[in-house]
T-cell receptor, first 115, second 115 residues
Framework: GESVGLHLPTLSVQEGDNSIINCAYS??????FIWYKQESGKGPQFIID?????DKRQGQRVTVLLNKTVKHLSLQIAATQPGDSAVYFC??????????????FGSGTQLTVLP | DADVTQTPRNRITKTGKRIMLECSQT?????MYWYRQDPGLGLRLIYY???????NKGEISDGYSVSRQAQAKFSLSLESAIPNQTALYFC??????????????FGPGTRLLVL
């Protein structure tokens, strides 16, 4: 079936280290991917996106890598800070019918930054 | 000055009661969505609307209804609340821009407890 999932439900990293959060998707028709951050008690917040015609995109301290061959997406956070502690979701976006698009979310990875 | 607001933020109700959750946005987006989030699970789509005259069922629409009163307002109703509708509910908006794909912007969430 179609799914967006994460390899690990939890990830702990030392403050200052780099974090890598992984995501697998199964629908080859997906052409747009988004990473969201959700802090406790808040709604998901957009971090970075990438289109399927790209394999890498960088933002401020974050990089998203897309490997379409193995249908894998990753989010790299450089110099992880305590404020990065949150649940991170990947989402895949694809055209469903006509002009409609469908967004499917993974279950999330809890990132904990250790002092 | 939040772009997407939800009311109430917390609600406790009893089985069988009808309740309404409201969402307002100032982003000027045409598309609005209602999701629910359960512990350890990702976001699941309940209903979505691409404009004022458009309403579509999502993955888990049973037991829910929606109303798109205006471009900026999208409300979710539980006709007869039941305990397994206890969850965190999120409203989101998006605007499909130039074929890029679709990034959704989320409200802060409504925490609902059905006794």
């Amino acid at each position: 079936g179609e799914s967006v999932g994460l390899h690990l439900p939890t990830l702990s990293v030392q403050e200052g280290d780099n974090s890598i959060i992984n995501c697998a998707y199964s629908n080859s028709a997906s052409d747009y991917f988004i990473w969201y951050k959700q802090e406790s008690g808040k709604g998901p917040q957009f971090i970075i996106d990438i289109r399927s015609n790209m394999d890498k995109r960088q933002g401020q301290r974050v990089t998203v890598l897309l490997n379409k061959t193995v249908k894998h997406l990753s989010l790299q956070i450089a110099a992880t800070q305590p404020g990065d502690s949150a649940v991170y979701f990947c989402a895949e976006n694809r055209r469903s019918s006509g002009s409609a698009r469908q967004l499917t979310f993974g279950s999330g990875t809890q990132l904990t930054v250790l002092p | 000055d939040a772009d997407v607001t939800q009311t109430p933020r917390n609600r406790i109700t009893k089985t069988g009661k009808r309740i309404m959750l409201e969402c307002s946005q100032t982003k000027g987006h045409d598309r609005m969505y209602w999701y629910r989030q359960d512990p350890g699970l990702g976001l699941r789509l309940i209903y979505y609307s691409f404009d004022v005259k458009d309403i579509n069922k999502g993955e888990i629409s049973d037991g829910y209804s929606v109303s798109r009163q205006a471009q900026a307002k999208f409300s979710l109703s539980l006709e007869s609340a039941i305990p397994n509708q206890t969850a965190l509910y999120f409203c989101a908006t998006s605007d499909l821009v130039g074929g890029k794909g679709e990034t959704q912007y989320f409200g802060p969430g409504t925490r609902l407890l059905v006794l």
